[in-house]
């Protein structure tokens, strides 16, 4: 897809967001359920079922999915769509682009070791190498955009609020 092709795509979705600011709110959803024996959480995902559970620091044996790297998958998607759809929109020659995101947990706060310690991912980092028709100016323009518009990492940056209920 070039630059053309995505404003002429965006562009009915821009002006009714203008016109009508309301219809610009999008809804979201995930779904899961408890389906197997264990400390395990079925998520409903695009490309079938992920069984989430615990992690190994935390003492799963590492045969299911860590929701902590479940969260790294969400917010690298997240960034490489919006990297590709900045480059693209900003007319780059884009090539290829591989991504890393890299994370920790202190297992002391999620296992109630110590109250001090924060529960949750900290030092979130994504690294992508780009080869692309670009300059040093337009790469760092294309890194400030993917941050500024990618929803996952922009959430964690501010995070939502969270209501856990009993439906």
Same mark, same amino acid.
């Given at each position: =897809? ?10 009915? @979705?821009?002006?009714?967001?203008? !016109? !009508?600011? *309301? ?25 079938? /079922?992920?069984? $989430? ?11 299911? *999915?860590? #929701?902590?790297? =479940? &969260? @790294? ?15 693209? *929109? =900003?007319?780059?020659? &884009?090539? #290829? ?6 994370? #920790?947990?202190? $297992?002391? /706060?999620?296992?109630?070791? !110590? ?8 030092? @979130? ?10 300059? !040093? ?17 922009? #959430? ?12």
């Amino acid at each position: =897809m070039d630059a053309t092709t995505l404003r002429e795509l965006q562009a009915p @979705l821009k002006q009714r967001y203008k !016109d !009508d600011p *309301a219809s610009a709110a999008t809804p979201l959803h995930a779904s899961g359920r408890t389906a197997e024996d264990g400390i395990t959480f079925t998520v409903d995902g695009w490309a079938g /079922g992920v069984r $989430a559970g615990l992690h190994e620091a935390t003492g799963g044996d590492g045969s299911d *999915a860590c #929701s902590g790297d =479940m &969260l @790294l998958d969400a917010v690298l998607g997240c960034a490489g769509v919006t990297l590709r759809s900045v480059a693209t *929109a =900003m007319g780059l020659g &884009l090539r #290829s682009a591989t991504g890393q995101a890299t994370g #920790s947990f202190d $297992a002391r /706060g999620t296992l109630g070791i !110590d109250r001090e310690v924060p529960v949750g991912v900290t030092d @979130l980092r994504l690294v992508f190498t780009v080869d692309a028709d670009a300059d !040093d100016a337009q790469l760092a323009k294309l890194a400030q955009l993917t941050e500024r518009y990618c929803v996952v990492a922009k #959430s964690l940056a501010t995070p939502p609020v969270i209501e856990v209920v009993r439906a």
